[in-house]
């Protein structure tokens, strides 16, 4: 049972990280049908601690507080900061002695560098994904997603995700009455569809090379069918010739190329139009709304629909869809 937590700061630590971290743990609910929780901020030396944004924050609790709690969370923090070894080693004795862990966006990099996310399946910010794969190769890091459950750890994805794997934690050990108590007095939904990868700015590429008014071309003709041996023909290359052209200049294969193309159109339309999902579909070459959806599960982990009431013009603009 998730009775006590204890969340360890170290200097660098991200507010809005840190404050979702004690909206989830630290309020007392029970007069609104939710959990309580002896909750307590902790750091290897108490006292003042320097925040991200130049803010300073008290801290009166050791690590000792982290030694017997049924949950351990270690919050975002610079990732260029070395972590104090007594950190490493609280992380460590959480998971020997079976306590639930939780990483909050940049945090998971303390729990590799403690060894707590070896052979483990972890996320952490999209920013981050590239820098923990490389410098971590024995965990299986996961850019896609909002957060990710292995055994007794959590790690979740940058800022708001934060939010999804505490209630996550909450829904799990509490059940989804406890999780949807602490959601209601948050104004947040109690689960999220979809996973980060809808959140992530992938610009169409831009390239100087030989292939750059081919690129253009495709993009508007994103609505036409289009393949490799007509493209090559109009690039005036042989099949295999334009192939290894294009991944060179691209980094990837054409099919893969204009299917991403394809998914940037369908996402600005449904972002700045009121149009059916079926024309959207037929607009962004996908020949109506089933083919979208395929893709946006498959590439994106939630639906045209969903991806519309978060980042449409009526979402942004705080109106009902």
Known sequence: MLRSVAAIVLPGVAPFELGVVCEIFGIDRTDTGGPAFDFAVCTPEPGT????????LVVHEGLD????????????FSVDREVPEAVLEALRDAERRGAWILSVCS???????AGVLDGRRCTTHWMYTDRLA?????????????????GRVVTSAGTAAGIDAGLHLVRRELGATAAAAIARRMVVPPHRDGGQAQYIDSAVPVTEGELAPLLAWISEHLDEEITVPALARRARMSERTFARRFRAET?????????RQRLLRAQELLEETDLPVEEVGRRAGFG???????HFGRELGTSPAAYRRTFGTDAACGRAS
């Open 49 to 56: 601690i320097p925040t991200k944004l130049g803010m300073e």
């Open 107 to 113: 945090g998971a990099f303390a729990l590799a560098q």
């Open 134 to 150: 490389a410098a971590y190769p024995q965990l299986q890091v996961d850019p896609a997603v909002l957060y990710v459950e292995d």
């Open 251 to 259: 980094g990837t294969t054409p099919a893969l190329w204009t299917a």
């Open 65 to 76: 507080r982290a030694a017997t709690a049924d949950l351990v969370v270690m919050t975002a």
């Open 288 to 294: 109506g709304a089933a083919g979208l959806r395929h």
